[in-house]
Every structure is written in C-alpha cells, then in structure tokens.
Nanobody, 117 residues
C-alpha cells in the first residue's frame, strides 16, 4: 500500500511558474514508476510526465520543454516544475505511483492548477 500527498497547486498568470510536490509513504520500495496526470473539466485524465526509479523521464508533447519532472529519493518526493504556463494547462493535477508486480495505480487527492490569461 502507498499513500500519496500532493501540494503546490494554485492560481497563476499565463507565463508564470508553479512547482507541484508529491510525497509518498508506505511501501515505497515497491513503487516502480512515479508520475503526474491532469484532468481538465469535461476531458479525460491525461498523462503529463513520468520518472522511473532509474531516473528516466517522459513528458507529454504538450508540456515538453516547459514542464520538468524530478525526484528526491531521500524525501520520497517527486516534483513537477511547470514553467511558461498557459491557460490550457488549467486542470486538476494528480500524482500517480505504479506499484508492485502488476503496476497497480495509486493516486493522490489532486491539486488544482488554474492559469489565467
């Protein structure tokens, strides 16, 4: 079992920056991949970025060059640095962990990011 707690959302103007944090607790050694997803009103949840235990990262095309995922293993925390934010980035952002032999999904509670034009 894994628990994920997010922080760092808020309201920002277009062009601004925010950093999201996601701290994991519980059986963290069985987590295989950490990531961030987002869901805008009326849309499906979509993948934003992932980072493996080895530090390999993936970013969706829509955020590439603007968002950076990173991790601090000593703090069991994953970050999403979001720069050059656009109104289209407005969504609830969810922290994700893929856990155990079948990569079961664990989710944080979600944090609202609102980008004003």
């Amino acid at each position: 079992q894994v628990q994920l707690v997010e922080s760092g959302g808020g309201l920002v103007q277009a062009g601004g920056s925010l950093r999201l944090s996601c701290k994991a607790s519980g059986d963290i050694f069985s987590i295989n991949v950490r990531g961030w997803y987002r869901q805008a009103p009326g849309r499906q949840r979509e993948l934003v970025a992932t980072i493996t235990n080895g530090g390999n990262t993936y970013s969706a095309d829509s955020v590439k060059g603007r968002f950076t995922i990173s991790r601090d293993n000593a703090k069991n925390t994953v970050y999403l640095q979001m720069n050059s934010l656009k109104p289209a980035d407005t969504a609830v952002y969810y922290c994700n962990a893929k856990y155990g032999p079948i990569n079961s999904d664990y989710w944080g509670q979600g944090t609202q990011v609102t980008v004003s034009s």
